[in-house]
Each structure stands twice: as structure tokens, then as C-alpha cells.
């Protein structure tokens, strides 16, 4: 799993146009999702894996979602929902790339309880760039408000 540095460096640096601006956060919760609702559960218990793993699927995430919109009033929900799902998919987007020693993530479940995935990186790489992505953000952050102070 990239870590939640890498999903939310990836995530700010696709929402830097104004179009964002409205439902940023909420695309950022989406990128943060999957993650944010399962590792608790089996960090605190081993066991619960197998039930989590189920959680962190593409039909899981849609459902949650779609059902997280309902909280929202009448005209935010629709743009909740796509935010919301555009968020998870890039989370998911990313953890695709990762490789497992034993089985990976379940992305047709329930459907089939085959695994496949690219193989890039091992879920504990993108742990040694979180420096790298932080300093960059940082970085671009200065170099913007350098830039409208000059204006």
C-alpha cells in the first residue's frame, strides 16, 4: 500500500487546478478512504484481515461512498459522490502498482477471489520517498506564495 503521504502528494498534485477548489478535501478523504476504514481494524487485530480485505475493493468503495453522499444536502451530494470516488480510484489507481508476497488486493470481489496486480514496488517503497513528496510540496507551496507576494 503506497502510504497515505504518497496517496495525498499524489492527490494535491492532481488538484491543483480551480476546479478542485470547491471539493478538495473531499477528493482528498476519498484518497485516504480505503485505507483510513481497514488498517485500524486489523492493525489493532491480525485476525480481522480476511474481513477487511473485502472492504478495500472497488464495489466496497462505490457502495460507501454512494451511501457517505446521502449525509450531504440535496445539491452537494452529486458532486460529493464523483469527488468522493474519483479519490478512492486514485488511491486504488496507485495501490495497483504494488506487489504482495502472498495475495494482493481482491479488485473483482465478489466476483472472483483472484488477485493480479503490476508489481512495481513493494508496499514499504513509497515509505522512504514520504520525505521526498513532503519537500516538494513544500517547495512548490514557498515558491507560490513568493510568487503572489511579488504581485
Known amino acids: 500500500m503506497p502510504d497515505l503521504i504518497t496517496h495525498s502528494a499524489f ?51 462505490i457502495l460507501f461512498c454512494l451511501l457517505a453522499a446521502e449525509f450531504f444536502i440535496e445539491p452537494l451530494r452529486k458532486p460529493v459522490r464523483l469527488y ?7 488511491h486504488l489507481f496507485l495501490d495497483f502498482f504494488q506487489r504482495h508476497i502472498e495475495s494482493g488486493y481482491l479488485w473483482l470481489f465478489p466476483f472472483s477471489w483472484k488477485t493480479f496486480e503490476i508489481g512495481l514496488f513493494w508496499p514499504e517503497t513509497p515509505l ?12 512548490y507551496e514557498a515558491i507560490r506564495l513568493l510568487r503572489k507576494k511579488s504581485d
Open 84 to 90: 468522493l470516488l474519483a479519490g478512492v480510484f486514485l
Open 128 to 139: 522512504m520517498l514520504a520525505p521526498l513528496w513532503l519537500t516538494l510540496i513544500a517547495a
Open 11 to 61: 492527490a494535491y498534485a492532481l488538484t491543483r487546478s480551480q476546479r478542485f477548489d470547491r471539493f478538495r478535501v473531499i477528493f482528498y478523504l476519498g484518497t485516504v478512504l480505503p485505507d483510513v476504514i481497514t488498517r485500524p481494524f486489523y492493525i489493532i487485530n491480525p485476525h480481522l484481515y480476511p474481513y477487511t480485505v473485502a472492504v478495500h475493493t472497488p464495489l466496497f468503495m
